[in-house]
């Protein structure tokens, strides 16, 4: 049973937590939203100072929030990969530093990694092997989760991330920065019927489809032309619009899932990244997936957008087994599973 204390200051959001194994003991996100909404998405420089300035008060809050000192930490984790270089180097290099100082381990997680294992803090008995579908600003993933460690990626986007579509529409409907929770909420007053839009199938060299990838792309400017026609006609019924694209990526995303999960007969899917918190997306695979016979988890709501808990939660089990990290190791903007 490790304690372990995470940072995670990938993107947007600066997160520290303290973490026993699964069970979370503090979690403070500091989101940067009011910074970068003004200029309509994350400015990298802006958000590495701003990292910068507030990540000793977070980490001091902690281990406040958590009636914990020092010497129960087991280790210091921080994400290392993939995300912004400038904006990573401020929690890794934290992270090294306390752990040079407190003599404890360095572990270094992926940030994916993190969110799969957001679906531990609310569901502690789930184990491996299940089907991960992670639905973020940067990926959209289908991953056979078959150990700590241990991922086969089996379906990807070729071209926009769910999320990124999100905020892709969103800035088309001059809704502002980031898209998905104003869509959403939208979505929720208007009728998903209203609009015909594609599913974005992506086709395979010998025929057919790939079945467990996605493409938003198509998506984005079927939408992009429908509200230009909406808006020659002086009509933009923006609730429908925004429902009718909800419920396009919604049933694009449940339909991989459930092949994926019945073909390589997984029984749960555990689902994680900032998409994971639409609720068109909660409910299309909530009923497909009872339809099969398949468990589906979803984090709550602040463990699905980014936050440390899951850092310090992956880092916890890795730690337990062993596993950690030299502290020369490097930040990545990209990095596969
Ligand atoms: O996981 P996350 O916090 O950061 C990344 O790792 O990318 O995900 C952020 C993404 C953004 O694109 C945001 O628009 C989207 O998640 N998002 C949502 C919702 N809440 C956040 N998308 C759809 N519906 C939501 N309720
Ligand atoms: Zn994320």
Known sequence: MSTVLALETSCDETAVAI?????????IVNSQIAIHSQYGGVVPEAASRQHLEIINHGIELALTQANLTW???????????????GAL????????TLA????????????????????YLSEPSLEPPFLSLLVSGGHTSLIYVKDCGVYETLGETRDDAAGEAFDKV???????????????????????QAFSLPEGNVSQPSGGYHPYDSSFSGLKTAVLRLVQQLE?????????????????????????????????????IAVGGGVAANSGLRHHLTTAASAHNLRVL???LKFCTDNAAMIGCAAAEHLDRGHTSPLNLGVQSRLTL
């Not at 180097?89 to 090294?96: F, I, R, S």
């Not at 092949?259 to 749960?268: E, V």
């Open 19 to 27: 973490v026993k194994n699964r069970q979370v003991c503090s979690s």
């Open 232 to 268: 020659k006609e002086r009509q933009l019924p923006v609730e429908d619009v925004a429902a009718s694209f909800q419920a396009s990526v919604a049933r694009s995303l449940t339909k991989r899932a459930i092949a994926c999960a019945r073909d390589y007969n997984l029984n749960t």
């Open 170 to 192: 969103a800035r088309l409907l001059k809704l502002g920065y980031p898209g998905g929770p104003v869509i959403d909420k939208l979505a929720q007053l208007g009728n998903a």
């Open 71 to 85: 010497q129960e930490i087991d280790g210091i984790a921080a994400t290392c990969a993939p995300g912004l270089v």
């Open 298 to 300: 979803f984090p709550p």
């Open 100 to 119: 040079i100082v407190q003599q404890k381990p360095f572990i270094g997680v992926h940030h994916l990694e993190g969110h799969i294992y957001a679906n």
């Open 89 to 96: 180097l401020v929690g890794v290099t934290a992270a090294k």
